[in-house]
């Protein structure tokens, strides 16, 4: 066969583009226009594919992908105070949005259709309303929602996310014991859940013994994946960035001592995709949409997938998905590992994993076709050679009698016309026994070279170095993105863990070797927590794969001169360290007096103890110049915040979202901290017209100093009649 019979016509179409001056003209200079949402070849490819049982349906499903997605959100479930939250939401924030949507839509309030609770997501905590991300974000009536979207969203107390990207890691089903992997974790959101669910019996378990490491080949997009994480404060939590495809063995300590390869309980695959689904978030795929994404992507969601299976514990569960509709990216890539694990991996049902939730099975007959959709192929032989590259053999469906063996139609796949949602397609696979293809060499990982441990003077301390890169220099082509810090944990008998440990009154049960900085220097800055189980992983493979990220901020070193440590606590860390704090540096607050700290937004001005309740002020007699805790017990929760008792003041120490995200469980007056954007639009637009007017009045010589000092502008040759001030 010769070389040009084999070469790609759709890459070779592309390069002849680009070779004719680009792609299309250029159009970011021309005025918006609305995205006619409207392709043939996906139209006439998913109505061969007969998707939908008759025309009634085809018809709705056509009308439904058209139209523009609701906004969905979640609460974090696994916080003490979010049956709290979810209170509030359920009652003030409702009320709030049928006021606001009654305004907006011109309508009475009785009119107003109410948030829809999803049936499927557990307790009751998820919730759709009937608004689009647009609304919410374009008009004014909504601004009091929309600031409390964001606000809770950033404290971590609820997450913004689309309802059909909360399935799988429902039915991945993750418990506090488990080593959970998200082989394509970024942005985050499907991560931010498996945190959760690992964290979701908290009075079992001070710390979960389990962990989630959640990895991403796009270096940019790991740090959105800790931007997300972060929120939840989880110290069993680790960010890496590697290929999934060739993902590397990991090495575990076993309790006898010895090592292994880890070998994890729960994997989860959302793996890339043409997202074909998300069309009504993302109408601009209407315009990009074409067959060659499915057919270019089939072999690397395989690849991840077929990995993960690999890394997965006999008996461990893994979940596939996507938010396309292509069986070529779904369910030909499932029969494929199915069929390639020979009895080692089985499809399961997981429906009853999400009740009430619409959806249908997996479809067991697809065609494929050209990219234009103008030929369909129904096996392999019809294909002409030119295509071979592209359409692989794999990609059609197996042949009846096999097919049949698969259990494809255990799949769930969402279309959004079902529950007024996005596409989304899902499947369980669980591990029977281990896989031919896995080469577990211990020996081998043990023998590749480890960081060197930091080295320590005489009197134990580590001996100051200049920061350094990750691991040993390795191929170009992993020398991608960010060099990061190291990861220098405390060695035993630290001289600041020992001050710590004094101040604070730690537990022996604190594992001071899991306290870690991102220097090795001598002046420890910020100091980090992460579990057992991290802190082994880290150390054990840090060599081996690039780590973006890992634990939770604990302390901070905070001097001044009354100061008796060195270290305050982080409110980030709370939630770890709360539970290894001795009494000596907590403070029991009423309601009223938390309230007046939390309002105190002039760190120049804390609040004088006189000012406080009684108690308190006995209390804060007691406690000396530091860190502290401010405990508050209400009915139905109870709040942990770090603070600061000065000389003569107390202060709580906690970032502006998260002072509104108490206030508000505190049933406190917000109005102090509600942002109106568009009045402070309208505030800024009247201020640039007086200043414009102004300049307009003043005298040609004042008029020059302007000049000097500013950039011209298109403004400067536009007649102010006709200038509009501009108000972002
Ligand atoms: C569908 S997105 C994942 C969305 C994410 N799970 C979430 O819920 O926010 C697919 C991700 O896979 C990543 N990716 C693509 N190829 C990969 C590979 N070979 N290994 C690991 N990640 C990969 C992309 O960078 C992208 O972030």
């Known amino acids: 066969m010769g070389r040009d019979k084999k070469q790609n016509p759709f890459a070779a179409r592309k390069r002849q583009k680009r070779a004719n001056g680009g792609g299309g003209p250029d159009r970011r200079a021309e005025p918006y226009q609305e995205i006619t949402r409207d392709n043939a070849a996906f139209i006439k490819y998913y109505n061969i594919q007969q998707i939908c049982a008759t025309e009634e349906e085809w018809t709705q499903f056509l009308s439904t992908i058209r139209e523009n997605l609701p906004t969905t959100f979640r609460v974090t479930g696994f916080k003490g105070e979010a049956k709290a939250l979810l209170n509030i939401i359920k009652t003030e924030l409702f009320t709030e949005y049928v006021r606001a949507v009654a305004e907006l839509n011109g309508q009475p309030a009785e009119q107003v259709q109410r948030p829809l609770c999803l049936p499927w997501y557990p307790n009751g905590m998820a919730y759709q309303l009937h608004l689009t991300r647009k609304d919410i974000r374009r008009s004014e009536p909504l601004c009091r929602l929309h600031n409390f979207l964001i606000v809770e969203t950033t404290a971590g107390s609820i997450s913004r996310q ?245 259990g494809l139609e255990k799949c769930i796949r969402v279309l959004p016309h079902l529950q007024d949602s996005g596409g989304f397609f899902v499947a369980v696979i669980e591990k029977r026994r281990k896989l031919s293809t896995e080469k577990d060499n211990v020996r081998e990982l043990l023998e590749k070279p480890t960081q060197a441990e930091p080295k320590l003077d005489e009197s134990g301390k580590p001996i100051e170095e200049k920061s350094v890169p990750w691991g040993p220099q390795r191929k170009r082509r992993r020398l991608h993105g960010y060099k990061e810090d190291p990861y220098v944990f405390f060695a035993e008998g630290d001289a600041d863990y020992k001050s710590m440990k004094e101040f604070y009154e730690l537990d022996d049960s604190l594992n001071e070797r899991c306290l870690l900085t991102r220097c090795v220097t001598e002046k420890k800055k910020n100091v980090y927590y992460c579990s057992d189980a991290i802190r082994d992983l880290v150390q054990l493979n840090e060599h081996n794969i690039k780590i973006i990220n890992t634990g939770v901020k604990a302390f901070v070193r905070c001097e001044n001169r009354h100061t008796v440590h060195p270290y305050r606590l982080a409110q980030e860390g709370l939630q770890t360290t709360n539970a290894f704090i001795g009494n000596s540096r907590r403070i029991e607050v009423q309601r009223d007096d938390l309230i007046l700290l939390l309002n105190c937004t002039d760190p120049t001005k804390p609040p004088s103890t006189l000012e406080l309740k009684e108690a308190t002020q006995e209390r804060c007699k007691e406690l000396g110049v530091g860190s502290c805790i401010l405990k508050y017990v209400d009915p139905n929760f109870t709040l942990f915040v770090v603070g600061w008792r000065g000389t003569s003041s107390l202060r709580a120490y906690v970032d502006s979202d998260e002072t509104v995200h108490i206030l508000r469980l505190l049933g406190a007056d917000l109005r102090k901290f509600e942002v109106n954007k568009y009045e402070k639009a309208k505030e800024a637009a009247a201020a640039a017209a007086a200043a414009a007017a102004t300049t307009s009045s003043a005298s040609p010589d004042e008029t020059n100093v302007a000049d000097k000092t500013s950039e011209p502008t298109p403004m400067d040759t536009t007649d102010p009649e006709e200038a509009t001030p501009t108000t972002s």
């Open 162 to 406: 689309e309802a059909v990207s909360m399935i799988p890691p429902i039915v991945l089903d993750v418990k506090p014991t488990d080593k959970v992997l998200d082989m394509c974790a970024a942005p985050g959101s499907k991560t931010a859940q498996l945190i959760e669910a690992l964290h979701s019996e908290p009075e079992v378990h001070k710390i979960p013994p389990g962990f989630v490491l959640a990895n991403d080949v796009d270096n940019n997009r790991c740090y959105m994946l800790v931007h997300q994480a972060k929120r939840l404060n989880s110290p069993c939590f680790l960010v890496t960035n590697h290929d999934s495809t060739f993902f590397p063995n990991m090495l575990q300590t076993n309790a006898d001592g010895s090592k292994s390869i880890v070998k994890f309980d729960k994997i989860l695959c959302d793996v890339p995709c043409s997202g074909d689904g998300t069309l009504r978030k993302n109408p601009d795929i209407w315009m990009k949409w074409n067959l060659a994404q499915g057919y270019n992507l089939h072999g690397l969601q395989y690849r991840i997938a077929y990995r993960g299976a690999e890394m997965l514990e006999v008996g461990g569960r893994l979940v596939y998905s996507t938010c396309s509709l292509n069986p070529i990216e779904n369910e030909a890539v499932l029969q494929r590992i199915i069929k390639d694990a020979d009895g080692a991996l089985e499809l399961v049902d997981a429906a009853h994993m999400v009740p009430g939730l619409k959806f249908k099975p997996g479809m067991t007959h697809w065609k494929l076709a050209t990219k234009e959709v103008d030929t369909i192929y129904n096996n392999f032989e019809e294909v002409p050679e030119t295509y071979h590259t592209i359409i692989r053999p794999t990609m059609f469906p197996l042949p009846p009698a096999e097919i049949a063996q698969i």
